[in-house]
């Protein structure tokens, strides 16, 4: 499986962005699929996740409520909308595929590269 993430950019606070990952390969709609970011400086951490089939989701606390986790298997892509978003949402954000709804980095088995977010104040 190969992700390709997409759809960052700069917006001001309180504005909306929705992040994509393409993904390729047939079996892609058997993994859960999460979003992780980094900002600069700090360590990758955890932002969402969602199983093979959308039905179940996890998010952080700190982005719970103003961020949706949702997927398309029919166009393999796995889609992360942002809203009321802040300066400290400002990071690199990863998509990522593994086998089951997970937080950790390790549980992950394939990476897309990062796509650039940064909230102006």
């Known amino acids: 499986v190969q992700l390709q993430a997409y759809g960052g950019g700069l917006v001001q606070a309180g504005g909306s962005l929705r992040l994509s990952c393409a993904a390729s390969?047939?079996?892609?709609?058997?993994?859960?699929s999460g979003w992780f970011r980094q900002a600069p400086g700090k360590e990758r951490e955890f932002v969402a996740t969602i199983t093979w089939s959308g039905g179940n989701t996890y998010y952080a606390n700190s982005v719970k409520g103003r961020f949706t986790i949702s997927r398309d298997n029919a166009k393999n892509t796995v889609y992360l909308q942002m809203n009321s978003l802040k300066p400290e949402d400002t990071a690199v954000y990863y998509c990522?595929?593994?086998?089951?709804?997970?937080?950790?980095?390790?549980?992950?088995?394939?990476w897309g590269q990062g796509t650039q977010v940064t909230v102006s104040s």
């Open positions: 390969g047939r079996t892609f709609s058997s993994y859960a």
């Open positions: 990522a595929a593994g086998p089951r709804l997970a937080t950790l980095q390790y549980e992950y088995d394939y």
